[in-house]
């Protein structure tokens, strides 16, 4: 064992190979990538209206608008269907409330259930609502190159730098462009595949922010299970009015 | 005396059949609350027994502000013991044990739901928990190995079968996502409905590697005796830091006790009601005799009984028939309950749909058999029968010789 090692090493050395995940000059810094992701996908102010598909056993479709206030405030408002029409969800800070018109009710939701997923979607309160900076809360890495439906990519790894980050390491395929993770693999602490989540149709915003207008989530604890989620409308920087951050907003008809 | 009740049994074999009828609404009576005396004290003793054997102990220990509301399992914080607690422990209680109690998704194919996992400690879980009740299809969990017992709904739901593989995804202690593929061991029936509907259990090795924390979310305490519990309590809150809040099965069954002190105040009115008709029927039957046997009466005041020896015949036979139906009543319920007693009737598919493991009770229906309750239901039977007995009595007893031999 010891010597075919040695043979590895001197014949790499010989042959002036670098490691094969070698980061190469030309490529951009990990940490350059994630300012450049950051810049794209979030923002101070937002506002938002999507609709949000979950596959299933059986197929439903929400349709929302959210607005969204520094990392973690959001507030949302379902359109439709019928059923959920008026709905609001306020998330301020780790703590969220849903109020349901249906039966005039006022619910505080525990920490913990900001992690389930909204509607049975593959989606959770905090992935939707929250607005959280990769810089601050992961490590990256580049590894290498790729192409995600035919565009091309740099593939980064990126490993949370403490225990609290919801997932452990991500793997995305960032669009060399534009620079948003057309394709996210989201991994538990374990190391098992939890997410795929993917992105496209991207568009340009001011101050040159690209933001995508397309995401699907593939679940892969749950099997065959996805979401899909279509932005019909976005616009970032806005001023929101203040009261849509308050319970009063919530109750209000 | 002993010729009054010969004369009293006579004449109420007379009519047999009224006899009968009159007796059967105190067997009723006194039967169905021997009945449902039995049902609410085993129901009472099922919820303590259940949660001292289930999932409290005597004694638990937990994070201060745990939330009580079923469905609810944080790990956010844990139990971490004091030296002072450890040492009280290990000095006065039999048995102490940790469980990691947390609220993973269990997802099996396409199908997923939140189920309550139990982290136990192999080996020292069962001195505290005991496990008479525990039936296993398959085989208890093997330590070092990533296997898991699930309750009979979750393996329902999830369509398991011993020997499936299938994920349990949760949050960890300090907040990030892991999931790990796991091997139902064995379906495993408790005995608790909570935990019957919810739970999946695992040795603690593979829940701390779950949470990633090898703190328990409970330490659950077993002593000489239950009613030393608030005394030990008492004793473990003076030394168990300011983080974790000291329980005691008294304090964790104080709701489900309260609805069954409200369900044996219905029981009480139920009772009183059977009994109000009870009364009604001796009254009516008395009156009936009293006036069906007016010449008799006659004679026999003109043969020398006193207006006391008639209504004390009178009385004797409502006596009687109190005696007889509360009697038969007795037997009935007492039989029922004494057999219950002693076979559970297992309610364990009802409480699994009907409470879905929110329930913290035995499924396990054992009635609670206490001869001094059917005792007191026969002499409250008897009063009952005599004092509705003493109109009509005093009826027959004041009616004047002559007339009444007169009569037609």
Redesign the interface.
Known sequence: MKRSMLVLTSLCAALGSAPVFAADPAWPSATELMKRMDQNLTAQTRKMRLVMTVEGRRTRTFEMVSYGRGEEDAAMEYLAPAREKGTRMLKLGNELWIYMPAVDRLQKISGHMLREGMMGSDVSYEDLLSSRELLSRYQASITGEDTVDGRPCWKLELKAKDDSVTYAKRVSCVDKETFIPLKQDLYAVSGMLLKTWTMSDVKSFDGGRQYPTKMTVRDHVKKDSITKIEFKELEFGIDTPKEIFSLRWLERR | MGTTSKLAARNLLRSPRRTLMTAISLVAGVGIFILGDGFVSGMTENVIVAAIDGTVGHVQLRPKGY?TQPG?H?I?RLVTLTPEAKALLDREAVAWTGRTVF?P?A?H????VRVMAVGYEPERDVSVFPRDLWKVEGALPAPGRDEVAVAPRVARLLQLKVGDPF?L?V??H????????VTVAGILRTGNAELDALAVLMPARLAH?LI?SELPSHISVRLRHRDDAEGFAEKLRAVAGPDVEVVTWVGETANLVHIQQVRRKALNGVMFILMALAAFGVANTILMAAHERIREIGTLRSMGMTERGVLRLFVTEGALIGLAGSALGALWGGWLVSYWSRHPIDFSEIFEKAAKGTLNASALIYTHFDGRVVLASIAVGVVVAVVASLYPARVAARMVPAEAVRAP
């Open positions: 939330p609810q944080p956010d609220a998704l997802a194919g396409p199908d997923s994920v995804q949050r960890t300090q907040g990030a996502i892991n999931a790990l593929q590697r990633a």
